[in-house]
């Protein structure tokens, strides 16, 4: 055991640490110059024409990720641009026919699926690459590009999700050349042209990515006026277009089929063939609700009257009728039952629903006449509430059944008089008192307490407020007994329209007057205009939208004053020219019968979308413009 540990030491004392390893610098794949040199024996131009799966796919994935970058150009490594036609072009011609329609629901052999996404990434890296301007015009002269698109248009069928991814990159890249692309002529083969393929799949396919790069293509391809001899009548893409108008969250989908429109009924003889198409009337009915979806409006509102002058209003309160001084002194000297007589006809009024009990009668009688009684002698009860119906015919003593039983007198109530700020006025002294008027009853509860019942000497005193009759009340009733006479401490309800101001007719007018109805009538209390407006400009999609109105505005009132002409103050429509020339040829045809039905037919649909027009606010003025002109040619169009 000695001998093998004496052996382990001497190893041990033998071995050497290694030195550190540096680390190995991170080199991405952005700043590896060595597979990006402009050589023709570059990398991954060698990688791809390899032919070895592993090659080809790390010089796709390389390509993938540089061809994101703005400064990345195809001309830049020669021969890259035909070496990424290869797959694809592989791809369209024969490679797309090895896969039978079981691969939709089967997986493809390894080997096959990996072909298959070499063509598809080959073709995503030229796709990504036309964004760039310069790349687009090397692949609008490369001669490959011409026959990729048409061939893959024509043979690949978007039945497959592979089949329309290659499809959609495809028609990207034709987005990218189209712009300057001269179709053949219209007699030439149908092959020769990718208005039918991309027609066909704007009109028919259930992919929207599809249908919006179609319908983008048509739409540049038609904006050449070399191509308009390709545009028809009977367009499965403007069908589609109209189709979607209503999926107005679909802001994407929305614009091409609104561009495609736009691009097709630009040229006059489409425009008058679509005043003909039975879905037109509804077709402008979905553009201005789109272009109302669209509308963002704010409330504005701004005084246009004269400064108003106001003063507090005055609180009428109904209080039951007491007898005056002078009512009083009338009273008296008349001898019974006239005086009774008189008295019930000042007292009291005649109300179906009023009712009073007899000994309340009786006691506001007897407490008026009693101190008279030496000079004046007084009724007894029976024969006063007796005159009740001698004075007012349909009023009726009457017993009312308990228990306990009421003996009322139903027919008449109290006289009320309306008083206003009076209401405080201190009344006592025989209505003598100089104080101003209170603000409120405990005020002049306090007022009557301080200044007229403490000051009195003595343990009984008679109640002065108006024309109170009570002679003989100690000094504590007295202070509850005049709580009677004061008004109520709650305001009287107010009707919930009725202001707390009154307006004045000018300032300083004297307020309150005698007879309010006299005065001259006060400026509105309110004269502010409020209206909404626009406080936005419009999005991309409903300027395109009232251009297409505007185009089908014209073409339906051609023969009508109403139809705006180019001059200094209507600069004509984007997307026509006004030619004299074009002018005179389109007066030469205009009788035609067909022609004379569209523009009835378009009257008579702009006519019944007035009512919609005339909520449409835009925040320009020509624009506002425009939609005014429709709006009044409906007023006054005939159909």
């Known amino acids: 055991m000695s001998g093998v540990a004496e052996l382990a030491q001497a190893a041990g004392h033998r071995r050497h640490t290694p030195a550190p390893v540096p680390p190995r610098p991170n080199l991405t794949d952005d700043y590896e110059r060595w597979y990006t040199e402009a050589t023709p024996n570059n990398r991954m131009l060698l990688s791809l024409r390899s032919g070895i799966d592993s090659e080809v796919a790390w010089a796709l994935d390389r390509l993938c990720r540089l061809c994101q970058n703005e400064q990345f150009m195809l001309r830049a490594i020669p021969g890259l641009t035909d070496a990424l036609f290869e797959w694809p072009e592989w791809y369209t011609k024969e490679g797309a026919k090895e896969y039978s329609d079981d691969s939709v629901f089967f997986a493809v052999p390894p080997g096959k699926e990996r072909k298959r996404r070499h063509a598809i990434e080959s073709l995503f890296i030229l796709r990504n690459a036309a964004m760039h301007h310069s790349n687009g015009e090397e692949l609008a002269m490369h001669p490959n590009t011409r026959d990729l698109v048409l061939c893959a248009l024509h043979e690949l069928k978007p039945n497959t999700d592979a089949n329309c991814e290659f499809l959609l990159y495809v028609i990207e890249i034709l987005q990218s050349i189209a712009i300057n692309t001269v179709l053949p002529p219209p007699n030439a083969s149908p092959k020769a042209s990718p208005i039918g393929p991309l027609q066909d799949i704007a009109g028919y396919s259930s992919n929207r990515s599809l249908i919006i790069a179609a319908l983008t293509a048509l739409t540049i391809m038609y904006s050449n006026p070399s191509n308009v001899s390709h545009l028809a009548s009977e367009s499965p893409a403007l069908e589609t277009s109209m189709n979607v108008l209503p999926l107005i969250l679909d802001k994407e989908l929305i614009d091409a089929a609104l561009n495609f429109m736009y691009a097709h009924l630009s040229y006059p003889p489409m425009t008058k063939a679509f005043l003909l198409h039975p879905r037109m009337p509804g077709t402008l009915r979905l553009l201005v609700s789109l272009i109302l979806a669209d509308q963002m409006e704010e409330n504005v509102s701004f005084e246009i009257g004269m400064p ?28 019974e039952p006239q005086r009774c007589y008189e008295w019930m006809k000042t007292m009291f009024v005649a109300k179906a629903e009023g009712e009073l009990t007899q000994v309340d009668f009786w006691n506001l009688y007897k407490d008026v006449f009693l101190p008279f009684q030496d000079r004046y002698p007084l009724l007894v009860a029976s024969d006063v509430i007796k005159n009740v119906t001698t004075v007012f015919p349909q009023a009726q003593a009457m017993v009312l059944p308990g228990p306990p039983q009421r003996f009322v007198v139903r027919g008449v109530d109290r006289r009320k008089d309306l008083s206003a700020g009076a209401q405080y006025k201190c009344r006592w002294d025989r209505s003598a008192c100089s104080a101003e008027v209170f603000a409120s009853t405990d005020a002049l509860y306090e007022h009557v307490l301080d200044q007229h019942l403490t000051p009195f000497e003595g343990t009984h005193m008679p109640c002065l407020w108006a024309t109170c009759q009570q002679s003989d009340i100690t000094k504590a009733q007295m202070r509850g007994h005049v709580l009677t006479h004061l008004p109520d401490m709650q305001p009287p309800p107010k009707h919930p329209a009725q202001p707390d101001t009154i307006t004045l007719p000018a300032a300083g007018y004297p307020h309150p007057v005698a007879d309010p109805t006299a005065r001259p009538p006060p400026p509105a209390r309110s004269t502010r205009v409020t209206y909404m407006r626009p406080h936005v400009d419009p999005p991309p999609s409903s300027l395109t939208a009232l251009l297409i109105l505007r185009v089908l505005f014209r073409a339906s ?75 009044d040619a409906g007023l006054t169009g005939t159909t």
């Not at 007491?322 to 008349?334: A, G, H, N, Q, R």
């Not at 009132?557 to 139809?563: E, G, V």
């Not at 074009?582 to 067909?594: G, I, K, L, P, V």
């Not at 020509?622 to 002109?629: A, D, H, I, K, S």
């Open 308 to 335: 108003v002058y106001t003063a507090p209003a005055q609180s009428y309160v109904a209080r039951d009728h007491e007898l005056t001084k002078e009512e009083l002194d009338k009273l008296v000297s008349i001898s």
């Open 557 to 631: 009132f051609a023969s009508s004053d109403a139809a705006p002409r180019a001059d200094d103050d209507h600069f004509g429509f984007p997307g026509t020219v006004d030619d004299p020339e074009e002018d005179a040829e389109e007066e030469r045809n205009r009788n035609s019968d067909s022609d004379m039905e569209g523009e009835r037919r378009g009257r008579k649909a702009f006519i019944g979308i007035r009512y919609l027009m005339e909520d449409v606010r835009l925040r320009h003025e020509t624009f506002q413009g425009w939609v005014t002109e429709m709006v």
